[in-house]
């Protein structure tokens, strides 16, 4: 049985454990409460830079001794940004928990931010960039994003674009981790076979006198930005997206909103999957996923396909928005329960998983929330109450799609030519 016990160091610092005694790794994660929806134009993709920084050289550490102390283990160390959060994470054998946190609280507090190292990896971020930008399949959700959120920093790219990244210096890369990634925006979670007294025990000669402050993750609520956006390019294939608002991750129709997405497009037996590759043969690649952020929210539905079946399809998703409250049925309900519950359990069996679903309870809900609480609210979503939610969140008139290669107004559905 595992058990989750909370600490606050005395910097301010949140420290959330979850102890799995049958495990023989340890994850462990330092989060911050910021990400590209925080960022300013002058600065879009710091946050991003400043997860690479970390990892090249502390005062005690050269680059390449961080990667091989933690290989040396078998360990993984990493981190990756997104729009709302950063992480950096580690995860090794039970005994080795305490040259991770060392390392870990290394990188996160005594980087050097050395400029000639800075200027390399600005270099390789240009080339992250590139490699999206050759990718359709990874770029039109950024377009989609970009356009669904107009004019709003949630829709940025998190990776930022190239002139802002080549413009930027380290004064103002230092200037923004010092007011974001300070006490008041950290919480640390960590979970595998560990104890809650010697993860904090560990974590208190790097954290505890930490001086308290740092500025607030401030942010304003976006709105979406119903319309089609076409973005004409020279490619074997159109990649769209299609979406809508949804509620955001804390609101209470999140179950609902779970569900609906799972039947929608959340695996083969969907019915975008079921009615685009399945019986048609019209697209390789369709599903629908999800975007819930703390305070706005998306369902977006992705296909790929030719330019001569790129109406075909939009209208075939379309189609299946406006299907979705009328015919849902009450097996497909139940089939979904099902998948969602046994993809959440099988996908918690793991310490990093539970380490990062201790950070996403505390980023979300301010407290764990019990694996039988959930299971409880998914399977307390009636037919009725789904059917309902749908018909106001799949509505026509909330549609957003951007669509990537070679496409004009005239090939869009009827349903979009207004």
């Given at each position: 049985?595992?058990?989750i ?15 799995m ?28 830079l ?10 005690r550490?050269?680059a390449?001794d961080i ?8 360990g993984?160390?990493?981190a ?9 994470y ?14 870990l609280?290394d990188?996160?507090i ?22 999206v930008?050759?990718t359709?399949?990874?770029l039109i959700h ?12 949630l ?5 930022g ?12 890369v ?41 500025t607030?993750?401030?942010r ?8 089609v ?5 020279e ?36 019915r ?8 048609r043969?019209?697209?390789?690649s ?7 952020c703390?305070?706005?929210g998306?369902?977006?539905?992705y ?42 359990l ?7 998983s ?13 407290r ?31 549609v957003?799609m ?5 496409v004009?107004?005239?090939?869009l559905?009827?349903?979009l030519?207004?």
């Open positions: 049985m595992s058990i016990r909370k600490t606050l160091l005395g910097s301010g610092i949140p420290v959330i454990t979850e102890e005694p049958d495990v023989e790794s340890s994850s462990i994660g330092i989060w911050v409460n910021t990400g590209s929806r925080h960022e300013t134009p002058e600065i879009n993709g710091v946050s991003h400043v997860e690479h920084l970390l990892f090249k050289g502390t005062e550490r050269t390449l990667s091989m102390e933690i290989e040396s283990v078998g993984v160390l990493n990756f940004t997104g729009r709302e959060y950063t992480c950096f580690s995860k090794t054998l039970n005994k080795d928990l305490p040259k991770a946190i060392d390392l609280s990188i996160f005594n980087s050097k931010f050395d400029r000639r190292e800075m200027e390399k990896e600005k270099l390789v971020v240009l080339q992250e960039i590139k490699m930008e050759d359709p399949d990874d950024d377009l989609f994003a970009e356009r669904f959120w107009d004019g709003h920093p829709g940025w790219s998190i990776l674009p190239s002139k802002t990244i080549q413009s930027m210096t380290r004064s103002s230092l200037e923004y981790f010092s007011a974001q990634y300070a006490p008041l925006n950290v919480f640390i979670t960590a979970a595998g076979g560990l104890s809650h007294r010697s993860v904090v025990r560990l974590l208190k000669p790097f954290f505890e006198g930490l001086e308290k402050g740092g607030p993750s401030g304003t609520a976006p709105k979406a930005l119903p319309g956006k076409l973005v004409k390019k490619l074997e294939q159109v990649h769209m997206c299609i979406g809508v608002p949804m509620p955001p991750q804390p609101h209470p129709d999140r179950y609902r909103v779970y569900l609906m997405n799972t039947i929608l497009g959340g695996g083969m037996s969907s975008l999957f079921q009615e685009i590759r399945e019986k043969g019209l697209a390789y369709v599903y629908s996923y999800l975007n819930l703390k305070d706005a998306a369902l977006t539905a296909a790929g396909t030719s330019a001569e079946k790129f109406s075909d399809v939009a209208g075939l998703v379309l189609r299946e928005f406006e299907r979705f409250p009328k015919d849902v049925t009450a097996s497909e309900l139940r089939n979904a329960k099902e998948q969602l519950k046994g993809g959440m099988l996908g918690l069996e793991t310490s990093d539970r380490m990062m679903k201790l950070a996403r309870d505390e980023f979300y809900f301010g764990p929330v019990p694996v039988r609480e959930i299971v409880k609210d998914i399977d307390s979503v009636t037919l009725s109450s789904l059917r309902k939610l749908a018909k106001e969140l799949l509505s026509p008139d909330r957003t951007v669509a990537m290669g070679k004009s107004r005239r090939s559905p009827s349903q030519r207004a």
